[in-house]
C-alpha cells in the first residue's frame, strides 16, 4: 500500500470521546488511522501514541501510520514506542515532515521497512545521546554506563533498519547534519519521499 498526498488534506474524523480512537478521514471518504506524534517525546505522548497503536490494533490489521515532526526526547520512552511498533500486528507506517531530529528520528527509521517516508523539504537529525549527571561518583558511573547501552542500542536499531556499515552510522550520528530528505533516502533511514 502506497502512501498518498492526499494524508496531508486531511480533516478529523471521529474523537476518543466516542469510543473509538480518532480517525482521519481522506478527501475520497476513505478513513485512515493516523497518529501524530509532534513535538518533544516523553513518557505523556509515548504513553497516548501507545495507547492509540493498540487501540487501532485491536480493530484490525490495517496499517497505521504514524506521523512524527519534532526535536526528539526521552530515549526509553521512544524505545517503548518501537516495541509497541513491532509487538502489533498492524503494520506501522512513518511519516517525517518539518524537522524530525533525535529519538523522532530513530522512530521514523524503525517505522515498516518499505514505508518510511518524509516529504520534501523536511529534515531529518541523528546526533549522539546525552545527558546529565550529578551526585555520587556511583551514582554518576551507573548512569554513564546505562547511556552507553542506550547508545548501542539505538546503533543497533538503526543499523537493523539501514543496513548501514557501522563506521557510516557513527560518522553520520557525530556529524550532527540536518540531512534533506532525499539525503535520508540515499542512505536508507526513510524509503519515499513524497
Do not use: W
Request: charged share 20%.
Amino acid at each position: 500500500m502506497k502512501m498518498n498526498v492526499e494524508l496531508l488534506n486531511f480533516q478529523s474524523g471521529p474523537t476518543a470521546a466516542s469510543g473509538h480512537p480518532p480517525k482521519v478521514i481522506l478527501p475520497n471518504g476513505r478513513p485512515e488511522r493516523i497518529i501524530p506524534l509532534f513535538g518533544v517525546i516523553d513518557a505523556a505522548a509515548i504513553q497516548r501514541a501507545n495507547e492509540l497503536l493498540l487501540a487501532f490494533s485491536n480493530e484490525g490489521n490495517d496499517p497505521i501510520t504514524l506521523h512524527l515532526s519534532g526535536p526528539g526526547g526521552c530515549v526509553a520512552s521512544g524505545l517503548s514506542l518501537i516495541d509497541v511498533m513491532r509487538h502489533i500486528r498492524a503494520p506501522v507506517f512513518t511519516i517525517g515532515s518539518a524537522v524530525v531530529a533525535s529519538m523522532s528520528a530513530i522512530i521514523l527509521v524503525c517505522g515498516e521497512p518499505g514505508y518510511r517516508y518524509m516529504l520534501p523539504h523536511a529534515r531529518l537529525m541523528l546526533h549522539p545521546t546525552s545527558g546529565n549527571a550529578s551526585g555520587r561518583v556511583s551514582e554518576i558511573e551507573a548512569l554513564s554506563r546505562f547511556q552507553r547501552q542506550m547508545t548501542r542500542e539505538l546503533e543497533r536499531l538503526i543499523l537493523e533498519a539501514t543496513q548501514m556499515r557501522p563506521k557510516r552510522l557513527k560518522e553520520l550520528i557525530q556529524a550532527e547534519s540536518f540531512l534533506t530528505a532525499r539525503e535520508a533516502q540515499r542512505l536508507n533511514l526513510l524509503d519515499h519521499v513524497l
